[in-house]
């Protein structure tokens, strides 16, 4: 009797194990299961609070610094080979351009607020001291036209190399970033100089001006059509594309930093809107068009906006 107890029990036992793990699975799957007997991952992740990432662009700086070459301080858009920063595109106060600084912080604000770091014939190596001196005003926003004469050397194997222009671009970002972490940056693409060749050498002033050095690797012999001629111009214009290329991707990486994707490099400037003087940096309308396209890229709204 005692055996047979003791069996049965065994077999009561044996029998419940069996079982357990079948309802425990059983369980699991019910909570894992939706109305409909279907995985319930996608309605439990509905009742999760949307996060909506915290803007890091601010639309409306109320303080502007610029850095860059010729073209922020406005060369030869006055008068002949002399600087005219009232004219410039970032910082200016000519009415008629209109400045970024002018269209954000109006008239007053751009005077009192804004200041203007760039150096005629300045090149990327230069850029970090430049960024340094932007950093010590802590401006809400710092803009970057730079780049064009590391390409215009009086040859094109003088051009900066790609990877020095990078590793001159990193520094300068990170100049700024050691004083003015929260400082935005809005950073211009190189003109297209190719371009500008093309519209100025219809010029016979612009020409003859040509002939003093200016932007000698893609200048020179204007009207020098050879097979040698357009190599070397069109050396000088990939090397620009790279050149954008990295402001592009080094851009890219900081949260607080804007490239024009191009804009300035695909804007197709006019005789009108080039200097007189010299028909290849921008006159006082070209400087209005490049404050244009830096108003529009700085007000955008973007999804890092």
């Not at 601010?58 to 080979?81: H, K, M, Q, Y």
């Not at 009086?154 to 700024?176: G, K, Y």
Request: aromatic residues 6%; proline residues 5%; contains cysteine.
């Amino acid at each position: 009797m005692q055996n047979r107890s003791a069996g049965r029990r065994s077999r009561t036992a044996a029998a419940v194990l069996t079982v357990l793990p079948v309802v425990a699975v059983a369980a699991l799957a019910g909570c894992d299961a939706g109305k409909d007997g279907t995985a319930g991952e996608a309605a439990a992740g509905s009742h999760r609070p949307s996060v909506t990432p915290t803007p890091v662009w601010d639309r409306s700086p109320e303080s502007v610094a610029a850095v860059g070459d010729s073209i922020t301080r406005g060369f030869d858009a006055c008068s002949v080979l002399t600087d005219c920063p009232e004219v410039s595109w970032a910082t200016g106060t000519d009415s008629r351009v209109r400045s970024l600084a002018v269209r954000l912080l109006g008239p007053s604000g751009a005077a009192a607020h804004s200041w203007n770091h760039a150096e005629t014939g300045a090149r990327i190596s230069q850029l970090p001291e430049q960024m340094a001196l932007a950093a010590e005003q802590r401006p809400d926003l710092v803009t970057v036209m730079i780049g064009a004469n590391d390409a215009c050397r009086d040859s094109a194997s003088l051009m900066t190399p790609v990877a020095d222009f990078r590793a001159s671009f990193e520094a300068s970002m990170r100049r700024l970033r050691a004083k003015a972490p929260k400082t935005q940056v809005y950073v211009s693409s190189v003109p297209d100089l190719k371009r500008l060749w093309s519209t100025g050498r219809g010029n016979p002033l612009g020409r003859q001006i040509w002939k003093l050095g200016i932007c000698k690797s893609m200048l020179g012999q204007a009207d020098d059509m050879s097979a040698g001629a357009v190599a070397r111009r069109s050396s000088v214009q990939e090397r620009v594309v790279a050149y954008n290329e990295v402001l592009r991707e080094v851009c890219a990486k900081d949260l607080r930093c804007r490239y024009d994707g191009g804009a300035v490099f695909d804007y197709r400037f006019t005789g009108e809107q080039l200097s007189q003087w010299d028909w290849f940096h921008p006159g006082r309308n070209g400087q209005a068009r490049l404050a244009e396209i830096a108003y529009r890229e700085v007000t955008a709204r973007k999804p890092s906006a």
